[in-house]
């Protein structure tokens, strides 16, 4: 028997403040955003022929894009589960360390917390745990080297620490 894969939602792991980041954007785009894109239906309806109403048309796509990220992040949020990061191993990088390595070649120090993608953001230091990175990151150890494939080849880091905050 299959599984249809598009059925089944992919676990994420939050911390507490972006699962309520994810579901309160959810939120504002169900409870604002989808009578917002209903009026405007019915406003550029009003308007008359809809076989030559841009206006109509435009509103009309719009609400279907709205209608898509909703769906994309009710499948997110459905598969959303809330780290207890008390009962994680702070000797290993998982979601939810901050790992500090440093590039064996030019010297350089970088740090990165893991998060879930919905999460990363790179600007704050936040990055995917499906990222080439931290795909590479994951389990390591302080000391340990993590060989992480990148476009023009295999790129070396130490880990020099690893914390939780």
């Not at 009003?46 to 009710?74: F, H, P, T, V």
């Not at 459905?78 to 990061?85: K, Q, S, V, Y």
């Not at 939810?96 to 440093?102: A, C, D, F, G, L």
């Not at 998060?115 to 990055?127: F, H, L, N, W, Y």
Request: charged letters at 30%; glycine letters at 6%.
């Amino acid at each position: 028997m299959f599984i249809n894969e598009t059925i089944m939602s992919k676990v994420s792991y939050y911390t507490a403040e972006g699962l309520k980041k994810l579901r309160d954007e959810l939120n504002h785009l169900k409870d604002v955003m989808r009578p917002k894109a209903s009026q405007d239906i019915a406003d550029a309806r009003d308007k008359g022929d809809l076989s030559e109403n841009a206006e109509y048309d435009a509103a009309k796509e719009a609400q279907g894009m709205l209608e898509m990220e909703i769906s994309r992040l009710e499948e997110i949020s459905a598969g959303a589960r809330l780290i207890d990061e008390s009962q994680l191993d702070t000797s290993k990088a998982l979601v939810h360390s901050t790992v500090t390595i440093k590039n064996q070649i030019n010297g350089a120090t970088m740090k990165y917390k893991l998060v879930a993608q919905s999460e990363a953001d790179i600007k704050t230091g936040k990055i995917s745990v499906d990222s080439p990175i931290g795909k590479g990151l994951l389990g390591k150890q302080v000391g340990d080297i993590a060989e992480i494939q990148v476009p023009s080849g295999i790129m070396k880091f130490d880990v020099i620490e690893i914390t939780r905050d």
